[in-house]
């Protein structure tokens, strides 16, 4: 399973509270329990930048269960915001989800479905269905990405990035980009309601340590899947001028996410 650095998640939690959706979160205040403290169970916890964002627009108290694969990352999430919200961490390979304790009022994960694969979304659904659990899931890239000023080889290196997206990432063969869709139909199946948002990243000029990570890994991956789809030189060369392009101050990124707040029929 993917190990995400700290520096990675640390650098991208200002920019994912700022896309994620507000108004997912006021419909689903109308459904969660007001009678006994809430319970949250979020998955991929990483460093804790979901419960960061949510908790504070929850009611409270609140109990937050975290469970991540990296005990490192657990150890790192620190305090809750207030001491009206407790939370225990629990170390979890997510790839055994049915051997998961599902007793909470909501699941919350945030990038983590594109890494996943079609059977691994639909254990999930089987599990949200069969106790009625509400789920949202924010994050979720979709394939949409513009840079700007635009590059004549943006798309072929977004096409390589897009393919290297649908490997292995320990849960079988990623969804990628229609994870939030194939989450969509999987639940509707199930007679969820669905509610979806976008929740885009804006990256200004300004930003020139994100969007350096951003096109470096981009390079990266494009390159490993370059085979058929671009070359070795396209990459290198395209690397080069939106490296020389952040060092100008004249480089901006959207990068296109979905959020889903999906809700049992009972």
């Not at 999930?124 to 069969?130: E, F, G, H, Q």
Request: hydrophobic fraction near 40%; aromatic fraction near 6%.
């Amino acid at each position: 399973m993917n190990r995400f650095p700290t520096e990675w998640l640390r650098l991208r939690e200002p920019f994912d509270h700022a896309a994620r959706s507000t108004a997912l979160i006021e419909t689903l205040l109308d459904i969660l329990p007001a009678s006994r403290p809430l319970r949250i169970l979020e998955l991929a916890a990483g460093l804790g930048s979901g419960m960061r964002f949510l908790a504070p627009l929850l009611p409270t108290p609140q109990h937050w269960t975290m469970i991540d694969h990296d005990p490192a990352l657990l150890a790192s999430i620190g305090q809750p915001p207030t001491n009206k919200i407790t939370l225990e961490t629990l170390e979890f390979d997510l790839r055994k989800l049915d051997k998961l304790n599902f007793s909470t009022d909501l699941v919350s994960t945030q990038a983590l479905l594109d890494l996943v694969s079609n059977d691994w979304l639909e254990s999930l659904v089987n599990r949200l269905a069969d106790q009625s659990i509400p789920i949202l899931a924010a994050l979720t890239v979709d394939g949409r990405v513009r840079w700007s000023p635009e590059d004549p080889k943006d798309a072929e290196i977004q096409q390589a990035f897009r393919a290297h997206q649908t490997s292995d990432r320990g849960f079988g063969p990623s969804v990628g980009t229609q994870a939030t869709l194939e989450l969509e139909r999987l639940l509707s199946a199930r007679n969820y309601t669905i509610i979806r948002k976008q929740a885009d990243w804006s990256i200004a000029p300004a930003f020139a340590r994100i969007l350096k990570e951003l096109v470096d890994g981009t390079a990266e991956a494009a390159m490993e899947a370059c085979s058929n789809i671009t070359t070795t030189k396209t990459v290198t060369d395209w690397h080069r001028r939106r490296r020389a392009a952040i060092a100008s101050g004249d480089l901006s990124l959207q990068v296109g996410h979905l959020d889903l707040l999906a809700l049992p029929s009972n």
